[in-house]
């Protein structure tokens, strides 16, 4: 029983994490069919934040929840108006020079932070159920990924900057004759994603070590869950991330993580080859 | 281009070709030709992308998947069989099968041009991932441990065809890497001339037309594919016999990185921009490893971006129309289109 | 069967339905056409003349009914199957290959059935039914609209489809192009069946035919041309009158 439940609790972490490090890239891409490939370091820059707020002695839950994501969400506001507003509508060229940004930004994190492994201390110590030791931090980062979800649609859903973003997004045309402003409506939601995407690096810094190149172990699952949820950010990322989580946990738990990886690979490219359009192109339509 | 009946457009190449071929071993010392011949190497691994993105307009941003699987398949094979004519051909064989099946959940899923560059970074990501971390004495394939991010040292070099006592010297090494990119470069003009190139071509130009009249789509995008990924094979292997050493770098977001820069900085859509771009390139990168001072994620970073915003047909087509003043090149928008909202409420 | 003699038709849609969503399209539509025969398909915007051409040509599935082709049943076909039992079509939006020559386009679509000096024979015997041998060699992309439908009617020609589906294939011609296209269905029509969608009333009194008329997804009427050109309920359907 006690075991069941560390197998419970690490499940739905995983699933937790996926969604978490997905939302941002999810949100990008679903509202503005960018695909930014500088995602995964997005994440990393937020994990640097948190490190360094820490470092100058700010108060740890602040570092890793509130600097990550107003940091991040400020660079990406700058991304917007320097790079990708250049590129809208054209989602190779897009993809390109997100990828430039990504190494550019792996250059300068290198140049500036030395290449070395920077963390963040557990805020939270451990429990034990029955024989077993669960991580407590564990535990919040699968309450803090719902309280998070539930965030983004609330705020999609009921606020006047969702539906300004939703209506932009449905028909720019038709959103700018009517007054918004959707070059800025653009800015906003690309910063929203970015700073999801701290916000993520931050959450995790205290359990995963920082380079400046780790971005890479971060956007395989990413781009999996959202490609295999589809156009539907929040529904998408939250089936794909229930699906992919479950298949990638239980088989590292039957054979390493190594292996649950490549299933994690191995369902989505099924996944691809029975819903082209992930899985919200054939079910939950016009959901968020 | 035809002067007095003769293709100058085959004849300068060639005989450009064949004068490196030769000619450089004269004129150059020992290092220095194991530098081209990692040029040459390079630059076979360009054209492999050069052929299934600019002219399949397949975008793949995986590509070093396929080179670091030709590079493991033969280090692992050479490592178990000793003698290297068979892992020389497994080397090929392996990413060929690896693009094939992939290229077959893609293509016929029919998914789009972006959810392929997606899909084909993300199997290079995971492949790195893989091998990175199968460092210990459990993972291995026969013989050879797969050596996780330690890499594999000592790879045996390749022999003369089935003559295991008699192997290639790095002289040899340069002679069959320049003979091969010449071979890989005239075997691509070639193929482009066929019916198969052509459509491929007219693929990449309007898929649905190229339906309408009849071929299937599916099929000549999986064989381009599957092509570029053997070449990418072979190049990895080839690499591996050049250091005789294989990394999980071969596998990494930079190494696709680089391939992706070079073909862009060459010129989308040309032969010979990408093998230009890659010898450039490859260049850079030794130079810049040899400081301290700028990061080679930073330059690299610095160009693409460059080039995606501000040169995006690259520089051989810009070149080309600055010599005979007029659009020649390119003869089609320089990136692949948007995703056609794709057959609704077929699947 | 065998005692009727009706003639099988060439193709024949079955009560034929097609929604996207919650939008139907097209619903249940019966239409045959028969070999060697002409057929207008007119319908204001909207009515569903195009998504009608994109199920027989496989781009769309079927919500229901069949289409059959020669009595072959070939809904979920894929597109360049059907094509290769000789249906081609001309797209509303232009299908071209943009990047190559007028002389490439061809090629590619000559090589599906000829090989080698056969093709170039194709494409040059192409090139002068379609007066385009001037401009062989300029690339598709840079010419003018009413020369890009040509050339896409040119690859739909090589092809020797049985049956050719024209979707507004006058649509931003000048006077004198419509009338050449005009005079080029009439050649065409002379070795393969067509259904042609048009609104332009001159053009379709030019190439006069038998007529089905769209509305809304459904067929409101199907006729001779003089007939149902004086049809009240389709002249009502065009100015926006639609009877209650
Ligand atoms: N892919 C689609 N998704 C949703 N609705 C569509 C789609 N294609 C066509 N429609 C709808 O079907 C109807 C018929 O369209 P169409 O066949 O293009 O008409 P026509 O060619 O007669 O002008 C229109 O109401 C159109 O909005
Ligand atoms: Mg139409």
Known sequence: MAYATIVGIEVVYAIATLILVSLGLAIIFGMMRVINLAHGEFLVMGGYAATIAVHHGVNVWIAILIVPPIAVGLIGLVVERAVIRFLYGRMVETMLASWGLSL?????????????????????????????????????????????????????????LGLL???????????????VDTTKVYAVTFALGAALAGLAGGVLAPVAGIVPTSGGSYIGQAFITVLGGGAAALTGVTSAALLFGSVGQAATFATNPVFGSVALLLAAVVLIRILPNGITGRYFKGWL | MKIAGIRLDLIVPGVCGLALLFGLPIFLDLFSLLQVTLYAIMAILALSLAFIWGYGGILCLGHSAFFGLGAYAYAIAVINIGESTAPFLIAILVPTLAAAAVGYFMFYGRISDVYVGVMTLTLALILFNVVNSTSGAQYHIGKAPIGGY??????????????????????????????????????????????????????????????????????????????????????????????????????????????????LVGGVGTLFGPMIGAVALSWLTVEVGSQQLIDANLLFGAILLVFVLLVPRGIMPVLIDRVWGRISLPRRPVFTAPPVAAREGKR | MSGSNVPQPLIEARNLTMRFGGVTAIANVDLSVAEGELRCLIGPNGAGKSTFFKMLTGQVMPSEGEILFRGTRINGFEPHDIARLGIGIKTQVPNVFDGLTVRENLWIAASRRNRGKATERAVARELERLELGSIADRLVGQLAHGQRQWIELGLVLLTEPALILLDEPAAGMTEDETVRTAKLIGIIKQSCALIVVEHDMKFIRMIASRITVFDRGRILVEGEADAVLSDQRVRDVYLGKRAA
């Open chain 2, 150 to 263: 330690n890499g594999l040292p000592n790879v045996p070099g390749l022999n003369v065809p089935f003559d295991p006592d008699n192997s290639l010297d790095p002289g040899d090494m340069y002679y069959l890497c320049m003979g091969l990119l010449i071979v890989v470069y005239f075997g691509l003009r070639w193929l482009l001339t066929t019916r198969f190139g052509r459509v491929a071509v007219a693929i990449r130009e309007n898929e649905k037309r190229v339906e309408f009249i009849g071929y299937d789509s599916r099929l000549h995008k999986l064989a381009t594919f599957t092509i570029g990924g053997g070449l990418a094979g072979l190049a990895g292997c080839l690499f591996v016999n050049w250091g005789a050493y294989v990394s999980p770098t071969t596998f990494s977001m930079m190494q696709s990185a680089q391939v992706i820069i070079w073909v």
């Open chain 1, 165 to 179: 973003a939703r209506g932009t997004m449905q028909n720019a045309a038709m959103a700018a004759a009517l007054g």
């Open chain 1, 104 to 160: 550019l930004i792996v250059g300068l994190l290198t140049t500036i932070f030395g290449s070395s492994t920077e963390g963040v201390p557990m805020p939270l110590s451990g429990f034990t159920i029955g024989a077993y030791q669960a991580s407590g931090y564990n535990v919040f980062v699968i309450a803090f990924s719902l309280l998070t979800l539930g965030a983004v649609y609330v705020l999609l859903r009921f606020t006047r």
